[in-house]
């Protein structure tokens, strides 16, 4: 037996048949988050291209320049120092935040739970200071008549240097900084990346007969390298502006430009020559910069990267 | 952490000991150093004792005294506090909203935000820095708080919690009679209060600690934080008031450390599901 | 206390349609069954009357109101999930009484209809505890509870029993249907489990493919199947459906099928309705291949040529492996479909009906 159908009402179904709503509900609760990323985030993107390619004036229609601002820079000494400081700063911090956090993260990894989390907790404390904070602390640390390395060594009757306003030192320093405060946090990125592979393959290994280098060179590292990736780049795109701060509590870019960066001369371009033009033009040469730093290390980690 | 994944030989361990150690007591020893002339008299600081022999509290009088401190840490306590929160409830809106509804452009959309967490800052504070400007906003809280309040990762880690959250459950609260509001304060949230947690210490430190921001977008004491105003002390005193200066360094860094040793554990973990930026 | 009427109902999900023009009509009080497999169309049907997914076309209303664009607040419908949807950080009283508790009930209120329900129910026991902490049975309980505490217009379930080990299930499907008629409220039950359709349905809507295929009572479902997908999907074991050609001289025998094209037509016959006769005077002949014993009976497996059929006979009638045995049936126990459409033909073929 087949139901036989009554429409109740038909009339009623007529008259509302057209009737149909959208959802809005999504949107409202999007709305701020995409208003403010748009607005903060995206926005400004297309205004610095403006910026760079524009000569903003007060009293009239804006004047397309072209790559006047672009070649400005490009032409300046104080960007060729800074250009090349930026390399210094990444390159030699790739050592420190990228390779070093390897094998201190593995050995925290073979240890017991208590002495791995007493490392863990001491090299992670850096991540929580401000690098003002850390930034006051070596320059207590580090200063050649009432620091803490003279008061040590001068009993002894050594003298210790003045780093920081040496041109030879004075970016290592900060390098050096850099690095004791980020040092724990990418440990602790390797850490989570560790925790994930299977004790299965380590015991596999051991019963072939493979030794404590084998399984690190042949196991451990192969399956760290998304993390590893990962950290290289985020050092890549992150050194530069980290060492904003110890720059600019330490050296202000001195002694003779020897620790100035890229980021550095374009907070500089801005709000000491107040000249927006150069200031824009320069975010983007960093932005284009580390575009091709990452690309050229993609490329190259292509056959080291293992993706389980 | 399991132990004993991999056995190292004992030479090898030893070498990871000590080379671990030497790391930790380079971070730790000066921290220790920095507490401890935070309390010593005018007549210890220099002196080679890492401890005060006589305990005092004058260098943290001092810091009150000789700079408006009460007033900076009342704007960096409110400013974050304000940020934090919007940023939490604006980020758990827009997650909420990709876990849960099927729209059109919702792919579009989180790539995009995905895409602004590529974005490094360092590209975009000269557009923002003369928006703000022209929003009259210089030298302001609105001006510190605003242009930070949309966290793309913060609604990364959300969205990713509450996809794993059973869709039956919001089912289930609107055929009890629930709005999306009731649903997201009264079932969401009670279930993810771990990560919700742990995020708002995350964001909170990030904020505290902010350097760059504060730097451009603060000038007076109206608006300035106590990041900036110990660099500004800092400058005046050029380490030549170092009980005060580490008295300063003392107090600004403890609400993170507190916070941190509280809950230690669940906030290594979101730190470094964050990735906070230093 | 409430009728249910869809009318037209339609919904796709991008290129695919759940569901394909369902009409239907619930009386009050009645408790009506979707059956069919999954993807079917069936839950998709509940999720539209419950409000929580949005129709495509068509008209949903209750009592003659139009809800199809009701939210589900609006339609004071109560629904029991599969994996029960309760709210982990809440106890059990808790979960029972939020909706009490939305409508801005007192306290006192509240905690009184919650005690109430749950006595019914017989977890009054359990209300302090949290979901985490009540085996499978008793959260399923709660479920319920927290469905009938509402005193709501319709109960809808959606699976509810399917998580449960099989004895539960038959407890759980009779104190349902109890709990429901002693109540009175119009439920709407989906499951795939013919069985739980069987036992537990006033009236059952068999679902393919978003398709209604049949809707009826339980015995009008099981006697007269609308399709050779009703026959083969009611019924354990379902029933045999052959091309009516196989059986040969047999189908020439039986004079209800004198003028049926043979080609055209496939032969259904429930299993229990095949008995063993001898060979010399049997119509139809066929070697038997494999036996199933389940209990007091036992299922026999038996081929016509390349054709299989299931007979289900008591155990002393059983025949032996490899035995050429003779089939007959009773006349009047046989359906016939169209072999090309499926669909049941000669309506008064059958006499018992």
């Known amino acids: 037996m087949t139901q036989t159908l009554e429409l109740v009402a038909t009339t009623r179904i007529e008259r509302t048949a057209a009737r149909r709503k959208i959802d809005l509900r999504p949107a409202v609760f999007l709305a701020p988050f995409v208003v403010l990323v748009a607005l903060f985030t995206y926005w400004p993107l297309i205004q610095l291209v403006y910026l760079s390619l524009f000569k903003l004036n007060r009293s009239g229609p804006d004047r397309f320049i072209g790559a006047d601002n672009f070649l400005g820079v490009l032409d300046n000494a104080q960007f060729h120092d800074a250009a090349y400081n930026s390399l210094i700063y990444i390159f030699l911090s790739i050592p420190f935040k990228v390779f070093l956090p390897i094998p201190l993260a593995v050995f925290i990894w073979t240890m017991g739970a208590k002495l791995g989390n007493f490392y863990k907790a001491a090299l992670f404390l850096p991540t929580l200071l401000s690098f003002v904070v850390v930034s006051i602390v070596w320059i207590w640390m580090l200063n050649p008549v009432m620091g803490l390395f003279q008061s040590v060594i001068g009993p002894l009757g050594l003298q210790m240097p003045s780093l920081l306003s040496d041109v030879a030192s004075a970016i290592y320093v900060i390098i050096g900084v850099g690095a004791w405060k980020l040092i724990g946090f990418n440990i602790l990125l390797y850490l989570a990346g560790l925790s994930a592979i299977s004790r299965d393959y380590v015991e596999a290994m051991r019963l072939d007969g493979a030794g404590d280098w084998v399984v690190l060179r042949r196991l451990i590292v192969p399956l760290l390298s998304p993390t590893i990736l990962f950290v290289a780049i985020s050092t890549v795109v992150f050194t530069i502006q980290q060492v904003f701060t110890p720059i600019d509590v330490m050296t202000q870019g001195g002694p003779l430009n020897s620790t100035t960066n890229l980021f550095y001369l374009v907070y500089q371009y801005m709000f000491e020559s107040f000249n927006v033009g150069y200031s824009a033009a320069g975010a983007l040469l960093i932005f284009l910069l580390l575009g091709l730093i990452i690309a050229a290390k993609m490329i190259w980690f292509e056959k080291l990267v293992h993706y389980s | 952490m399991a132990p004993s994944m991999l056995k190292l030989s004992r030479p090898l361990m030893l070498v990871g000991h000590i080379i671990l150690l030497v790391t930790a007591l380079s971070i730790i020893a000066p921290l220790i150093l920095v507490l401890g002339t935070s309390f010593k008299p005018a007549n210890e600081i220099y002196g080679g004792l890492p401890w005060p022999r006589k305990f005092t509290l004058q260098n943290y009088y001092d810091v009150f005294e000789k700079l408006p401190f009460g007033r900076y840490l009342w704007n960096s306590l409110a400013t974050t506090t304000l940020r934090v929160g919007g940023q939490l409830l604006i980020a758990l809106f827009a997650a909420y909203a990709f876990a849960r509804y099927n729209f059109p452009g919702r792919g579009l959309l989180f790539a995009l935000v995905l895409g602004a967490m590529m974005i490094p800052p360092q ?119 170092l009980g005060p200066l580490m008295a300063a360094v003392t107090l600004i860094s403890l609400p993170a450390l507190a916070v941190f040793f509280a809950c230690q554990r669940q906030i290594i973990q979101t730190f470094v599901s964050v990735g906070i930026k230093g | 206390m409430a009728t249910i009427h869809f009318s037209q109902v339609c919904k796709t999900f991008g290129e695919v349609t759940a569901v394909d023009r369902l009409d239907l009509t619930i009386a009050d009080g009645e408790f009506t069954v979707f059956v069919g497999p999954s993807g079917c169309g069936k839950t998709t049907s509940l999720r539209m009357l419950a409000g929580l997914d949005e129709v495509t076309s068509g008209r949903i209303f209750i009592d003659e109101r139009d809800v199809t664009h009701e939210q589900p607040k609006a339609r004071d419908m109560a629904m029991v999930f599969q994996n029960y949807a309760l709210y982990p950080h809440m106890t059990v009283a808790e979960n029972i009484g939020f909706a009490l508790k939305l409508r801005r009930l007192g306290r006192a209120e509240v905690a009184e209809q919650v005690s109430r329900a749950a006595e019914m129910l017989d977890i009054a026991h359990l209300l302090q505890r949290r979901p985490k902490e009540l085996s499978g049975g008793q959260r399923q309980r709660v479920a319920v509870c927290r469905a009938i505490v509402r005193n709501p217009k319709v109960f809808l379930f959606d699976e509810p029993l399917s998580n449960l080990d099989p004895q539960l299930r038959t407890s759980a499907r009779g104190e349902i249907r109890a709990l429901q008629r002693r109540l009175g409220v119009t439920s709407v039950y989906v499951t795939h489990d013919q069985i739980e359709a069987m036992t537990m349905a006033d009236r059952i809507v068999i679902m393919r493919d978003g398709k209604v295929q049949q809707i009826g009572t339980p015995v009008e479902i099981f006697e007269r199947p609308a399709n050779t997908f009703v026959a083969g999907f009611i019924g354990n074991p379902p029933m045999n459906i052959l091309p009516l050609a196989a059986l040969g001289k047999a189908a020439g025998l039986s004079p209800q099928l004198a003028g049926v094209d043979q080609s055209e037509t496939m032969i259904g016959i429930r299993p229990e309705h095949v008995s063993f006769v001898s060979v010399s005077s049997a119509a139809t002949i066929a070697r038997v291949v494999q036996i199933e014993m389940i209990g007091t009976e036992c299922l026999v497996h038996a081929e016509i040529g390349a054709e299989r059929i299931i007979a289900r006979v008591v155990r002393p009638l059983a025949p032996r492996i490899d035995e050429t045995v003779g089939l007959a049936w009773p006349d009047d126990e046989i359906h016939l479909f169209d072999a090309s459409s499926g669909r049941r033909m000669g309506q008064n073929l059958r006499l018992s009906a």
């Open chain 2, 123 to 241: 590209l975009t504070f000269l557009p923002i820095y003369l928006l703000i400007n022209k929003l009259g906003w210089f030298d302001t809280w609105a001006g510190l708080i605003v242009p930070n309040l949309a966290m793309p990762l913060a609604v990364f880690l959300l969205r990713q919690h509450l996809l794993a959250f059973p869709k039956e459950l919001y089912d289930a609260a609107a055929m009890d009679g629930a709005n999306e509001l009731r649903i997201l304060w009264s079932v969401v949230l009670p279930n993810i209060k771990p990560v919700m947690a742990a995020l708002t210490v995350v964001l909170f430190v990030d904020c505290w600690n902010e350097y760059f921001w504060p730097l451009v977008i603060t000038e007076t004491d109206h608006a300035m934080t106590v990041q900036i105003g110990i660099r500004r002390f800092l400058d005046a005193e050029r380490g030549d008031d």
